[in-house]
Structures are given as C-alpha cells and as structure tokens.
C-alpha cells in the first residue's frame, strides 16, 4: 500500500515536472507532502508509566489531503443532516460536456461560478412555478456539491444536488409536487433550462474575450462554430430518489467534501517501474477492478482537481441559504409540524464525543491507561520545500 504524500514525493525525486505548476497546485502538493510529518512541526509524547515515547506532528489541513478532515467531514455530516425536512428528497447530477474541460482548464473559477449560478437558478426556475409545484414563488431547499473528477482521475466537471421535494410556499405552508410526492421535475426539461443558462453566460465571455495573441489561440468553446456544436446535444442531468433516504446521499457526498479525488485507501501500489496501481469502480453494483498509470501522469491527473484558492466546494440554497437558514428552516419545520431539534441535546453529544476523542488520543498506545504527557515540541519550518526539491522528511 502506498499514500498520496508518498506519490508526490516520489513524483518529485523521479524526473523534473513535465508540466508547470500554478501557485495553488504547488502549495497543495508542498502541504500534501509535508502533513504530518516534521516539516510542520509537533509535540513528543510520552507515558510516565512504561516510558513510551513517540512523535505527533501536526497535520496540514489542506481541503485537498486525503489525511486530514475526518473530523470536519463527520461535523458537515451531521450538521446536514439535522437540517433533513420530514419529507422526500431526490439526488441531481448536473454533468459539464467534456468538450468544456479545456475552458476550465483555462478560466476554472469562471467555469466553477458560472457552473454554480446555471444550476441554482434552474432549480428555483422550476421551482418557483405553479405547474411544479402548485404554488408561484416557493422557496426550495437544495444543496450543491461540486466535483471535478471521474473514478479514473479524469476531469469530470459536475454537480450533486440534494433537494427535498416541494417548497415553502409565500403562505408559510408546505406545497408538495403535482405529480407526486417524490418527484420533482422532468430531467429533459431541467437539462435544456440548464444549457441554456449555461450558454448564455459563455456568450458574454465569448464577448468579452479578445482573440489570443500569436501562440495563445481563443479556446475554441468561445468561437461562434464551438458554441454552436455544444447546442447539439442535451447535456446530461440525472435524478434518482435515493432508496436510503436523504442520508444515503448525505453519507456518499461527506467522503469528497472535504478531500479531493482520491483517498489513500485506493492507492494499492507504487511499482518498481514508477507506476501507480489504484482501484477504480468496475460496475454498478460496487465491484472494484485496479488501474495502473505512469506516476507523472497520476500526479497531472490529481493536480487538475485542485481548486483555486476560496472556491466553496458546497454551497446552500432557498431555505437552506445561510443568509436566513435559521428562520426559514424554522417555518419550514412548523409547515411540516415537524419537532425543532434540541440544541442542549446535540451540544451535549457533541462534548462527549469531543471527550471521547481526547482520552483515545492521549491514552498510552502501549500500557494503555496511563496518560500521554508532552515533553518536547518542535517548530514547523516557515516555508515549505517546493516540489521539484521535495525529498522524503524525516520519520
């Protein structure tokens, strides 16, 4: 078995980079390097009963670690679903044709934003419309969550969508579908409405845009024949009531918000050859078959997931919006006549939780009750080895 950190690092040692860095790109793979590890320094720990001593560093906390965020991932878990209305709720994919990935690659934060807002503002189109849901200017309750890969490492731009069917209507009831009470709306309609946001946004910046200089070609999307080959095909949209609920969703999306692309418990191999050999999805039904790619290539893969610096992963809307979560939540609950959740309650699981965690990790790996005691620190260095000199730190 092999990890992500132990892949870049021998990415770095292997050969120079065949492809340039961006600053986000490379500070993410300094840290991923880096995290737990001396680099960024810790406290020695040690047992005054048996006399055990060992090293904790510190973790670098970087969204895209496969390390770190366990614990932030559990608290957005939980978090989410204590927001769960008592009614349906249906899972949305909304997918990016492929033929954009070479726009993302060149403006990713325009194509993440424009991306975001064509989605939200299909949903509450939709939503706000009496045919849908028998009331005029409903409030939905949705939540988007942003991927960029495929099983493969491939670039893969879509969204997740989890929403609860009906709205919270101006007369502060709960209006449900007309069709049924677990559907939403037709995905024919959803993926035209979508394209058409979509495009519509690319038009301007195909406006916008002047044509490159000598070498720095116009992406081809922005030309008049690319936006037009990209109106001759639905783009794919995909809902599904989930079988297990909303927390099915819930539970698949909280292993990617809070890491990127892939996990350490896929990684099988690096081969003597400078191969990397991770699992991948196989079929519908869960079985796993390995893949195996050239370690540069891996390392490209994994950096065109990387986002830019303060792109939120997961956004919130219509009654779920942070601007006025609580009150319409609130109203939402009593439409519904649906009990508040007891904040005393979740606040004392939360402390005990907390305090269950800091007994196991201060207990004594060895005699296993006594107490670990620091007994010496040490300081993170101020700045980071860059990739290409990154070498393996010490244990």
Not at 14 to 22: D, G, R, T
Not at 266 to 288: C, M, N, Y
Request: with cysteine.
């Amino acid at each position: 078995m092999a990890t992500l950190a132990e892949v870049l690092r021998a990415g770095a040692q292997a050969q120079p980079l065949v492809h340039p860095l961006s600053c986000a790109q490379a500070r993410v793979w300094r840290q991923l390097c880096a995290c737990r590890t001396a680099l960024l320094g810790g406290q020695q720990l040690a047992c005054q009963a048996c006399g055990h001593q060992h090293w904790q560093y510190h973790s670098c906390r970087n969204r895209h670690c496969p390390q770190c965020g366990a614990r932030a991932k559990d608290a957005w878990l939980q978090g989410q679903l204590s927001e769960v209305l008592a009614v349906p709720y249906v899972h949305l994919v909304f997918t990016l044709p492929h033929a954009l990935n070479s726009l993302y690659r060149s403006a990713p934060r325009w194509s993440i934003e424009t991306l975001f807002a064509s989605v939200a503002a299909t949903l509450k189109d939709f939503a706000a419309q009496a045919r849908w849901m028998g009331v005029s200017h409903g409030q939905p309750a949705f939540s988007l969550v942003l991927h960029t890969w495929s099983q493969n490492l491939t670039q893969h731009l879509h969204l997740h969508a989890v929403m609860a069917c009906g709205v919270l209507g101006p007369d502060g009831l709960w209006h449900v579908p007309v069709r049924r009470n677990d559907f939403l709306f037709p995905v024919q309609a959803l993926s035209r409405v979508f394209r058409g946001r979509f495009m519509q946004a690319l038009s301007v910046l195909a406006r916008l845009s002047e044509p490159g200089s000598a070498g720095e070609p116009q992406d081809v999307n922005l030309t008049p024949a690319g936006r037009r080959a990209l109106y001759r095909h639905n783009w794919v949209v995909y809902a599904k009531a989930p079988l297990g609920g909303p927390g099915q969703v819930l539970a698949y999306l909280s292993r990617y918000t809070h890491r990127t692309a892939i996990g350490n418990e896929r990684i099988q191999a690096l081969s003597p050859e400078r191969d990397v050999v991770f699992t991948v999805r196989a079929d519908a039904h869960g079985g796993k078959r390995r893949m195996r790619l050239p370690l540069q290539e891996f390392i490209r893969r994994f950096l065109l997931h990387v986002l830019p610096a303060g792109v939120q992963r997961i956004r919130h809307y219509g009654v779920l919006a942070n601007g006025c979560k609580r009150r319409q939540l609130a109203r939402a609950r009593q439409a519904l006549a649906q009990p508040q959740p007891q904040p005393l309650a979740l606040e004392a699981a939360r402390d005990f939780m907390a305090r269950v965690a800091r007994i196991d990790t201060q207990r004594c790996p060895t005699c296993g009750h006594s107490p670990m005691r620091v007994v010496a620190s040490l300081q993170g260095r101020p700045q980071l080895p860059s990739p290409i000199h990154a070498r393996a730190p010490p244990a």
